[in-house]
């Protein structure tokens, strides 16, 4: 179905290839899993697949990659496009009609169908993509997962043989990734459709596929999930469990580690009682804070005090309110009721922007908002006049990026990164994060969980919302959980999270009752008891 015979792919003006004497074979009704770090290469080889590498992004391309026998040299994307479909992270982004039904039979019609083949190939996809109630739904009514499983059937109404998925699941709440990757998984098993799935949120799709593409170092290693990902640092927690625990094989979904966990939750025994949570001085308080869109209520009512020392995690379905929580309390987002103060007394609404960076700042969502200059040096040197320190933020992220590089030909990962650094370059004592891992492979969300906790460990206080659990469950020590704008729950991080089931992360899952969320924790509680 997809063969790449000795590919090498380098940008124009690069110096070296991104990708270089690349082979492997996708076969017909696969479901491929393609890992490697930010910035590694994996986007360029997903655009090899479908013909934008060279054809849309320019670039010379060595070697040969076929797609259903077709030469993407000599086909263009357009020429492939009854063959591959493909759906990227931002849905919204390629809508181009207004309610669900019209969107999916927009691409029949600009094939051309009779109007009968048309409504059964709709129809089919509402059903295989559990679409049918929502037909006449406008798009921008739907939850982040919605519109994601109309994305993917937008594309399945043309009938292609292969399906390409950049992150698809990047900006989903667990809830609705799981929805979108059990559609995809039927589509495999019940269509025969073959599947290229780049992910970075390996622990969601690792017990669904059939072969991992490793893409790392300009170079790819191909195999089954159970031969690459044990050696994968970004591989899911229950690998690096495994490796502590000594356990072989070494499991690679949380069932496997479950199989071979209770000589361990043995030795952990149960969850230790959890002292009282220290608080530092309070940094803001919200107060009665409602925010609406329209008709809509996304926040409603909400009290919140933040302490210093405190990492945050502000958590919730797609549309909870969590970025419109985020920016009432930056200040600059509107507000239909409600007080925002911080330790001085003055409320945020009333700050310039100058001083409201420098008091309260804000990572926002998409984070290349925040970047406008040609050059990432020149975004560095703008947002902290030239200290150094928003370069020393971004180098730590994310090594290696050069100073002369335009943003926008940086992956997701590291345009992330840098709206990162910029923010962090203001030292202000009040942090917001708004999904600040979209994009990040699990060595770089090692990484900034390190850099929160020292933000946090300053005396300032870091709010970070996010759908990724396991992040949330690396760096901080409080969460709270929003659903239809309100705080339903409001605790400390290891009580919250192992409260539910789409919450809690799979260390916690594969030892529900030792009190532990990540395999440090494990490794911590052994080393206490056995030492």
Not at 85 to 109: C, I, K, M, S
Not at 224 to 250: F, I, N, S, T
Not at 471 to 483: G, I, P, W, Y
Request: proline share 5%.
């Amino acid at each position: 179905m997809i063969r790449l015979t000795d590919v090498t792919l380098t940008y124009p003006g690069a110096k070296a290839p991104v990708l270089e004497e690349v082979s492997f074979a996708v076969e017909p009704g696969e479901l491929v899993l393609v890992v490697g770090g930010t910035g590694s290469g994996k986007s360029t080889l997903l655009a090899a697949i479908t013909g934008r590498f060279p054809h849309s992004t320019g670039g010379e391309l060595r070697g040969q990659v076929r797609v259903s026998g077709r030469d993407t040299r000599e086909h263009r994307p357009r020429d492939l496009a009854d063959v591959v479909g493909v759906v990227g992270q931002d849905p919204e982004a390629t809508f181009v009609t207004g309610t669900v039904e019209a969107e999916l039979a927009y691409t029949l019609e600009q094939l051309g169908l009779p109007a009968a083949v048309m409504r059964t190939r709709v129809e089919a996809t509402l059903d295989q993509l559990g679409l049918s109630e929502l037909r006449n739904r406008a798009l921008d009514e739907l939850s982040g997962g919605e519109q994601q499983r109309v994305a993917i059937g937008a594309v399945l109404t043309a009938h292609p043989q292969v399906l390409v998925l950049d992150e698809p699941t990047s900006a989903l709440d667990p809830a609705a990734a799981e929805d979108v990757l059990s559609a995809v998984h039927r589509l495999v098993h019940d269509l025969g459709l073959t599947v290229v799935l780049a992910e970075h949120r390996i622990e969601r799709v690792a017990g669904l596929v059939d072969k991992v593409v490793l893409v790392k170092d300009g170079r790819v290693r191909v195999g089954a999930p159970a031969a690459l990902l044990p050696e994968y640092e970004g591989a899911p927690p229950v690998v690096a469990l495994g490796r502590l625990a000594g356990w072989q094989p070494v499991p690679i979904t949380v069932r496997e580690a479950r199989r071979q966990a209770g000589p361990l939750a043995a030795r952990l025994g149960a969850a230790p009682v959890a002292p009282a949570r220290r608080v530092g001085e309070r940094l803001l308080s919200a107060r009665r804070v409602s925010v609406r869109h329209g008709v809509t209520t996304a926040v409603d009512h909400v009290d919140l005090d933040l302490h210093a020392g405190e990492v945050v995690a502000l958590m919730g379905r797609n549309g909870a309110g969590k970025s419109s929580l985020l920016w009432a309390l930056q200040g600059s987002g509107r507000r239909a009721s409600g007080t925002v103060r911080l330790a001085d007394g003055v409320d945020t609404a009333g700050l310039s922007p100058e001083v409201a960076r420098s008091k309260v700042t804000l990572l926002p969502q998409p984070a290349s908002d925040l970047l406008y200059l040609p050059g990432v040096a020149a975004e560095c040197a703008a947002a902290d006049g030239g200290t150094g320190r928003a370069r020393a933020e971004l180098d730590a992220l994310v090594p290696g990026i050069g100073d002369d590089t335009d943003p926008r030909d940086l992956s997701e990962g590291q345009r992330l990164a840098l709206a990162l650094a910029v923010q962090l370059s203001a030292d202000a004592a009040v942090v917001l994060l708004d999904e600040p891992t979209r994009g990040l492979d699990g060595g770089a969300k090692a990484v900034l969980a390190a850099r929160i906790r020292e933000v946090a460990g300053q005396g300032r206080v870091v709010v970070v919302t996010t759908h990724d659990v396991e992040f949330a469950a690396t760096c901080a020590d409080r969460v709270v959980v929003l659903a239809g704008g309100q705080v339903v729950a409001d605790g400390a991080a290891t009580d919250v999270l192992r409260a539910s089931p789409m919450l809690a992360p799979q260390v916690a899952k594969v030892l529900p009752d030792a009190g532990v969320l990540t395999v440090a924790d494990v490794a911590t509680r052994l080393a206490a008891r056995d030492g």
